[in-house]
């Protein structure tokens, strides 16, 4: 736990070993943060979480200036270092790994699907603030159960009944707002032909229409969004034979997938989601 140094006077000094520094000097992070002090309902990869329980345990003591000794402290590494080798954990680890490949896969065979029939898309997006309180219902609610089967019925309704022929798949993708307030935001792909297409619904009336039936069936406002993916991408148009579509197809997954790998909001299960679409994805 401690390292002897030299001090000016050639006297030998203790000091924190280059470990425990790490930790004290992370704890106020840790539980300063919002994502890792337990005031958001997120969830992170496994071998993170226990980390932070791990600085969440040990921090106060070296932070507070009262130091364990070192036995204490060995058995504390010792019981984190053992935790990483149970099979308790490994399931964890595999259960969460297994659901970013589902995820991934689902993501890749609906991109190659929807190029097979279609030239290209644009997306445009709506922003629904969820009026649901996580802190009481995020142990026995899962975003499965609260976007369930019977509302990916309801959209697909909407659109096939509502005139929004343009519209060939829509995507969902949890986040939180800068509230820390759930919030589904759900990414519509619109066909498109050219890259000269006129931008936006080709039916405003139909658009409109199915705006309002989504927020009935969700209970809250949806707002249209400005800037592509909160401004992740400069462009929310992707055509197949564009040099740059693979590079745009990249960035589009990153953010409605990879960030999956590291944080799930609300539960383990994924954050993105298909809720409709025009082709099937065999």
């Not at 979480?49 to 070192?70: A, H, V």
């Not at 307030?181 to 936006?200: M, S």
């Not at 809250?220 to 579509?245: E, I």
């Amino acid at each position: 736990m401690f390292a002897k140094q030299k001090s000016q006077n050639s006297n030998q000094a203790l000091s924190l070993s280059k470990p425990v520094e790490l930790i004290r000097s992370v704890y106020p992070l840790v539980t300063g943060s919002p994502v890792t002090n337990g005031m958001l309902s997120v969830r992170l990869k496994p071998e993170n979480e226990l980390f932070i329980q791990f600085i969440k345990q040990i921090g106060p003591m070296l932070n507070g200036g009262i130091y364990c000794n070192d036995q204490y402290f060995s058995y504390q590494i010792m019981g984190y270092q053992y935790t990483l080798i149970t099979r308790q954990f490994n399931e964890k680890l595999m259960a969460w790994n297994a659901e970013q490949v589902r995820t991934e896969e689902l993501f890749d065979l609906t991109m190659k699907a929807l190029y097979k029939n279609y030239a290209g898309f644009e997306i445009h997006e709506l922003y629904l603030p969820i009026l649901f309180t996580l802190s009481t219902n995020a142990t026995t609610y899962s975003k499965q159960q609260y976007l369930d089967q019977q509302k990916k019925e309801m959209i697909a309704l909407f659109i096939n009944e509502g005139g929004n022929n343009d519209v060939v798949a829509v995507f969902s993708k949890w986040e939180l707002t800068p509230q820390g307030q759930l919030a589904l935001r759900l990414v519509f792909l619109l066909e498109r032909q050219f890259i000269n297409d006129p931008v936006g619904w080709s039916d405003e009336n139909a658009f409109t229409a199915l705006h309002g039936n989504l927020e009935s069936l969700f209970n809250c406002k949806a707002y249209p969004v400005s800037m592509p993916l909160n401004g992740f991408m400069q462009t929310n148009r992707f055509l197949k034979n564009d040099p740059k579509c693979k590079d745009l197809i990249k960035l589009l997954k990153t953010y409605l997938v990879g960030t999956d790998t590291i944080l799930r909001i609300w539960d383990t299960q994924s954050s993105f989601d298909v809720l409709f679409s025009k082709f099937t994805t065999n």
